[in-house]
């Protein structure tokens, strides 16, 4: 099985300051189709995760184009170019390249 | 595009099972591999297993393989997870979620998460 890591545990970022998330995976998830099966979540409080991010860079559409995604093979980063109120979180990283699909630790973002 | 309504919060002692289902309103249901996962209070995502009612038989984590049993009911557009001998540690928020129909991609569609409560 894939293991999945994040750092940091958590971040204290200022409104307005970029907030960067890192993410690691025991083994490469850059499949055959140059495509990384990586995606990135947001967990707010008491609701589900939402997708933000997936193929480690695309963006869903309606997310701000303050997230951003970049990264392959076994590394990968999540940016928030400039920290909103509405950015404090959990974000999960999460391979789908192999099965079972597994999941970063997440990383707290918060405002400081 | 699916929406997954999911049933209530349970309290349950040890040793007794749940059920939690998941109902799929719009989308082809067929298609769509339900997956279930939980997540403990303060603590990450863990995959459980998925059934893709086309397919009709389930998957699970090597964890749960002894104890979990996923099925799907396509007259009611329904997934079930039964977990079974629960102990304290069976305590979280259940969540279904699928992928886009014919893929085995991310999680776009979440349900709103069903917590389990194992207590004494």
């Known amino acids: 099985d894939i293991v999945m890591t994040q750092s940091p545990d958590s971040l204290g970022v200022s409104l307005g300051e970029r907030a960067t998330i890192n993410c690691k995976s025991s083994?490469?998830?850059?499949?055959?189709?140059?495509?990384?099966?990586l995606a990135w979540y947001q967990q707010k409080p008491g609701q589900p995760p939402k997708l933000l991010i997936y193929?480690?860079?695309a963006r869903v559409s309606g997310v701000p184009d303050r997230f951003s995604g970049s990264g392959s093979g076994t590394d990968f980063t999540l940016t928030i170019s400039s920290l909103q109120a509405e950015d404090v979180a959990v974000y999960y990283c999460?391979?789908?390249?192999?099965?079972?699909?597994?999941f970063g630790p997440g990383t707290k973002v918060d405002i400081k | 595009q699916v929406q997954l309504l999911q049933s209530g919060a349970e309290v349950k002692e040890p040793g007794s099972s749940v059920k939690v289902s998941c109902r799929a309103s719009?989308?082809?249901?067929?298609?769509?591999?339900i997956t279930w996962l939980r997540q403990a209070p303060g603590q990450g995502l863990e995959w459980m297993g998925n059934?893709?009612?086309?397919?009709?038989?389930?998957t699970y984590a090597k964890k749960f393989q002894d104890r979990v049993t996923i099925h799907a009911e396509e007259s009611t557009r329904s997934v079930y997870l039964e977990l079974d001998s629960l102990r304290f540690e069976d305590t979280a928020v259940y969540y279904c979620?699928?992928?886009?129909?014919?893929?085995?991609?991310?999680?776009?569609?979440w349900g709103q998460g069903t917590l389990i409560t194992v207590t004494s």
């Open positions: 979620a699928s992928p886009p129909p014919d893929s085995s991609g991310p999680f776009d569609y």
């Open positions: 719009g989308g082809t249901f067929r298609l769509y591999a």
């Open positions: 193929w480690a860079s």
């Open positions: 083994q490469s998830v850059l499949h055959s189709s140059r495509n990384d099966y």
């Open positions: 059934i893709i009612p086309i397919v009709g038989t389930a």
């Open positions: 999460q391979q789908y390249y192999s099965h079972p699909p597994s």
